[in-house]
């Protein structure tokens, strides 16, 4: 006979979105109980959360050597579905409910301003930093600044132009220190760049582009700006992934040769 | 029905994804470019026409804003679920590009949100 424990373990694997729910509910009661008592609310209890949530991923990161951080322990995989691109997109679509299609159209134009500036400034910042740390190649430097992108762009980006596959790991890692940096920075430095509006809220989505860190950055600051930034960044990584191998790249090219 | 409402929010998130990789099937690329925000704007439509002809009951509009309300726990189950651990190792290239893109992206959108509304006086 199975002990209680082994009980346990086949019920949670074989449930384990229901885990995953328990967990986050868990998690994020903590989260809003220390906000409140340690930090008086000043610390949004979503940031705490948030911080809680990739302290996690680490742990994980660290038992399983994958890939998915905590979601990689077989009874807590359910929180990958939870926070997977399926659900997440869910979510994200549902809080526009209410909002205004005028609202998006009014920082239209500055909304494509800002994604433009956005990836140009992402090639820009890491394609010299990739020139710093000695790669003098076109496509080493455009697959590292396509990785400080997202994380998205830079393995696309350098699968298409044809980089090593050391480059093209080290822009995936470049692309998640932006987008775990964006989800922890948000909330602190929010009050300093003005993001207290629908229209700031949306040239920070294209700017940032790293969906994740920016719906996650958001979260944490108000969630009334999540959909306007959520508009933005989210045709980023496509149009990223299109001028990343095309546009940039030639540009660069000619440059390094 | 609560059903009517996710109903209508999964056939959004639906036609929304498959438009964006039409989009960059069109553009030659093997991605998706801007699925969330089209299917953002087709719930923004759809729910404006629902209400104006009246046929938008509470049970419905629960079920659009139930998923919305569970957006954190869902975000923190993402940041669970991220590769922390390859971001740390990545090296100082990868910490130092991610990282000054960040600083200068932050420094950028402040310098455009503060130059856009100067320029409105409308704003005051």
């Known amino acids: ?257 | 029905m609560i059903i009517y409402g996710t109903a209508l929010l999964s056939i959004c998130l639906l036609l929304g994804l498959t438009m964006g990789r039409i989009l960059g099937n069109l553009a030659g690329i093997d991605a998706d470019i801007g699925g969330v925000g089209i299917s953002m704007l087709l719930l923004i439509i759809s729910c404006d026409y629902l209400q104006r002809s009246g046929r938008m009951k509470p049970p419905t509009e629960a079920g659009i804003a139930f998923w919305g309300s569970i957006y954190i726990p869902i975000v923190v189950a993402m940041a669970a679920s991220q590769n922390v651990l390859a971001a740390l190792q990545g090296g100082a290239v990868a910490l130092l590009a991610g990282t000054l893109t960040v600083g200068a992206s932050f420094a950028v959108v402040g310098f455009f949100v503060k130059a856009g509304s100067s320029n409105s006086p409308a704003k005051g």
Request: proline share 3%; aromatic share 8%.
């Open chain 1, 1 to 257: 006979m199975p002990s209680a424990l082994q009980s346990l373990e086949i019920v949670l694997i074989k449930n384990s979105l229901l885990v995953a729910f328990a967990i986050m509910g868990s998690t994020v009661w903590i989260s809003y109980f220390l906000s409140d008592r340690l930090t008086r609310g000043r610390l949004h209890g979503s940031a705490i959360a948030i911080f809680i949530g990739l302290v996690m991923a680490c742990i994980g990161g660290i038992i399983t050597n994958g890939k998915q951080g905590i979601a990689d322990i077989a009874a807590l995989s359910g929180i990958g579905l939870m926070g997977g691109a399926m659900l997440r997109d869910l979510a994200i679509v549902a809080t526009a409910f209410g909002v205004k299609a005028e609202e998006f159209g009014k920082s239209g134009l500055m909304g494509v301003i800002s994604l433009l500036t956005g990836i140009t400034l992402s090639f820009l910042v890491g394609g010299t930093v990739a020139y710093a740390f000695g790669y003098r190649d076109a496509i080493s430097i455009t697959t590292i600044g396509a990785g400080s992108a997202t994380y998205i762009v830079g393995p696309v980006t350098g699968s298409a132009i044809g980089a090593t596959s050391e480059v093209i790991a080290l822009s995936v890692a470049a692309g998640l220190v932006k987008a775990i940096l964006v989800m922890i920075l948000t909330p602190f430095l929010a009050k300093y760049i003005g993001l207290d509006n629908p229209r700031a809220a949306m040239i920070f989505g294209g700017i940032m582009g790293t969906n994740s860190g920016v719906m996650a950055g958001l979260a944490a600051t108000d969630p009334k700006l999540v959909p306007y930034g959520a508009m933005t960044a989210t045709f980023y990584t496509g149009l990223g992934c299109l001028l990343g191998p095309s546009v940039i790249f030639i540009f660069i090219r000619t440059i390094f040769g």
